[in-house]
């Protein structure tokens, strides 16, 4: 199966700051996806992103499949975002599930 | 968006019973659906794929016999961790997705299991 890989691991910033995290796979996806997991463990979905450049409000998403790479970009930080942010690939074999890379926690403060 | 429902969201068992959980897609039909563990502070990490009418299929070093699912309808999956043990505390989310297998994934809001 495919390795997921995501940096940092963990991210301190202060409200209103910008960030950027990063999610490697290590073969061909055909489904990417961004999380926010909540304080009480629900995932929370952000981007559907197999391919190209998505925006939500202060968060925009790309994935670049031919270098094997995504990134999350949360612009005007909020302490409300912070959390761990999960990304998650699935290969091109039909019906196989989505692996999760370990995680970015992201700590905002005020 | 579609939604994913589990039940129960929390359970406390003694050591050596089972407990079910159920895993419901709410508005839509989930042909396959997933289920994952977590540890605290780490990722999840895939258990089984259940599918619709025949068996799971079991990640490497998962338990099937400790682990039991099924998946009864297009809209039902249920685990069972028979014989409990501490050990099998953990935190279990399922997940559907919609349509054909490439498509987006929903996930339920997770079951935390404590076994004493």
């Known amino acids: 199966g495919i390795q997921v890989e995501q940096s940092p691991p963990d991210l301190i910033l202060q409200e209103g700051a910008n960030s950027t995290l990063r999610c490697n796979f290590s073969?061909?996806?055909?489904?990417l996806q961004w999380f926010h997991q909540n304080p009480w463990g629900q995932l929370i979905n952000l981007f559907y992103?197999?391919?190209g450049t998505k925006q939500n409000g202060r968060l925009s998403a790309t994935t670049v499949a031919t270098e094997r790479y995504s990134l999350l970009y949360i612009s005007s930080s909020q302490t409300t975002d912070s959390g761990v942010y999960f990304c998650?690939?699935?290969?091109?074999?039909?019906?196989?599930?989505?692996?999760f890379g370990k995680g970015t926690t992201l700590s905002v403060s005020s | 968006g579609a939604v994913v429902s589990q039940h129960p969201s929390r359970v406390i068992c003694k050591s050596g019973t089972s407990v079910k959980i159920e895993c419901r897609s709410l508005?839509?039909?989930?042909?396959?659906m997933f289920w994952y563990r977590q540890f605290p502070k780490k990722s999840l990490m895939l258990m089984a794929t259940?599918?619709?009418?025949?068996?799971?299929?079991?990640e490497q070093g998962v338990e099937k016999d400790k682990f039991l699912i099924n998946h009864a309808s297009l809209t039902l999956s249920t685990l069972t961790v028979t014989s409990a043990h501490p050990e099998d505390s953990s935190f279990y989310i399922c997940?559907?997705?919609?349509?054909?297998?490439?498509?987006?994934?929903?996930f339920g809001p997770g079951t935390r299991l404590t076994v004493l």
């Open positions: 073969d061909s996806v055909n489904n």
């Open positions: 508005d839509f039909q989930a042909t396959t």
């Open positions: 259940s599918n619709e009418g025949s068996k799971a299929t079991y």
């Open positions: 998650a690939g699935r290969g091109n074999q039909a019906g196989t599930a989505l692996i």
């Open positions: 997940s559907a997705s919609r349509g054909a297998s490439y498509n987006e994934q929903f």
């Open positions: 992103i197999p391919s």
